[in-house]
């Protein structure tokens, strides 16, 4: 889990708002991984960044200008949760 605090977008302070941009409230951010060994070389892993979906306020400004609802330049990303699966192969000999 982190915690990114209230920040600005400074894009926006500078090219949209000028200086009365918004401060922008902090969120917690949960990234999650878990693995299994399937073989002496072999592990599967599946996981998540931002797994809760967290994004910033709404920006309405940006909706109607840009067609972004949300800040792109937030510390932890734009479009929400990405999750994935990894499968990992270790070759040659192990230590």
């Known amino acids: ?13 500078r090219f949209v708002r000028g200086a009365d941009s918004p401060l922008l409230e902090g969120r ?10 399937l073989g002496e070389k072999v592990t599967l892993a599946f996981g998540g960044q931002n797994v809760l979906n967290t994004f ?16 792109q330049f937030t510390p932890w990303g734009l479009s929400g949760g990405y999750y994935y699966a990894r499968l990992n192969y270790t070759w040659g000999s192990s230590f």
Do not use: K
């Not at 917690?28 to 060994?37: F, G, K, M, Q, T």
């Not at 400004?61 to 972004?68: C, E, N, S």
């Open 1 to 13: 889990m982190n915690y990114f605090g209230s920040w600005v977008d400074h894009f926006d302070a």
């Open 28 to 37: 917690y951010i949960v990234d999650l991984e878990a693995s299994i060994r």
């Open 56 to 71: 910033s306020q709404r920006m309405d400004l940006f909706a109607d200008i840009f067609g972004l609802p949300y800040s």
